[in-house]
Structure formats: C-alpha cells, structure tokens
C-alpha cells in the first residue's frame, strides 16, 4: 500500500497526480511543492481487525486537506465529547514532493 505513494510520479505545473488508487487533486504550495494530503492508504476492516486497501476511486480525489487523526485522549474535551477531526477511519498519509522532475540524466531526488 506504501508503494502506491511512493511510486507516484509528480508533473511539473500539475495539480492532479496518478497513484495507482486512482487520481488525486493536491496543493500547490509554493514555485517548489506539490502536497498531497489526506491520501489513505488503507481502510478499517471494522474494530480490532486488519485493515485493508483502500478502495480505488476513477474521479479525481480532492487531496487538499489532512485526514482523520486516530482516536486518541486529545480528541476528547472534559466531558468526553469528541472534538476536532479525529475518527476510527483514519489510515491517511500526507505528501509534499517537488513540482518538477529531476534533472535529466539525475538519480532522482534524495528521499
């Protein structure tokens, strides 16, 4: 599942990026970065299971915010409401790579 992200290749000037889960729509942070964010590598199986890949999608899937933060004691005020974006679904990852390919005849950037 790790290798679906690491594997994506970033087209200088592009905002959309193809990772072999389907399209996402990501950030251009600045005249260097591209961030994708809120990518999810994976999906819960239901509590206390394996989880599993994620669905793939065909649309282009926004990737502009983070995702979910798993359920921790910060996500909860004193009397144990849930606050903030915290959920059991929260098997995400988030990218900055740069906008443009390596130089040619580069090994590619450092990771």
């Not at 996402?24 to 199986?45: H, K, M």
């Amino acid at each position: 599942m790790l290798v679906a992200v690491a594997t994506m290749h970033l087209i200088a000037q592009a905002q959309v990026v193809q990772i072999p889960d389907g399209p996402l729509e990501c950030v251009n942070t600045g005249t260097l970065t591209v961030a994708c964010l809120g990518i999810p590598y994976g999906q819960t199986g239901g509590r206390w299971k394996r989880p599993v890949r994620p669905t793939p999608w065909s649309d282009p899937r926004p990737a502009k915010a983070t995702g979910a933060m798993c359920l921790q004691p910060l996500c909860y005020d004193a009397a144990g409401t849930l606050k903030g974006n915290c959920a059991e679904e929260c098997l995400f990852l988030n990218v900055w790579a740069p906008r443009k390919p390596p130089p040619a005849g580069s090994p590619g950037y450092p990771v």
